[in-house]
């Protein structure tokens, strides 16, 4: 079980951070990733980060976001700076196999999402 947190309403130039608290497995050998949805449109890769912390992103975010994850806690991150009203979205965290090719594969558990926007 994955549930995602953090997400809420902010003002462009804010942040936010959001968590992926995963239950029911132990996930430290796995691909995870950050995806999002926006309305009308199709869900994208954000962000991912392999059993080591290696990560990768977006074109679109680098720079503003930051994945991170605590094998200890079971919990995955992404810090997000520097918003613009182009983030808005539906957050999603979602899990991988092991592979140290964590941008390439396909990501099979998904969590319900959690809602960012930013406005004025």
């Known amino acids: 079980q994955m549930r995602e947190s953090g997400g809420g309403s902010v003002k462009p130039g804010g942040s936010l951070r959001l968590s992926c608290a995963v239950s029911?497995?132990?996930?430290?050998?796995?691909?995870m990733g950050w995806f999002r949805q926006a309305p009308g449109k199709e869900r994208e890769k954000v962000a991912t980060i392999d059993r080591n912390s290696n990560t990768n992103y977006a074109d679109s975010v680098k720079g503003r976001f930051t994945a991170a994850r605590d094998n200890g806690k079971n919990t995955l991150y992404l810090q997000m700076d520097s918003l613009e009203p182009d983030v808005t979205a539906i957050y999603f965290c979602?899990?991988?196999?092991?592979?140290?090719?964590?941008?390439?594969?396909?990501?099979?558990?998904w969590g319900r999402g959690t809602q960012v926007t930013i406005g004025s």
């Open positions: 979602a899990i991988g196999p092991s592979s140290s090719h964590c941008w390439a594969v396909v990501y099979a558990y």
């Open positions: 029911g497995v132990t996930y430290s050998s796995y691909c």
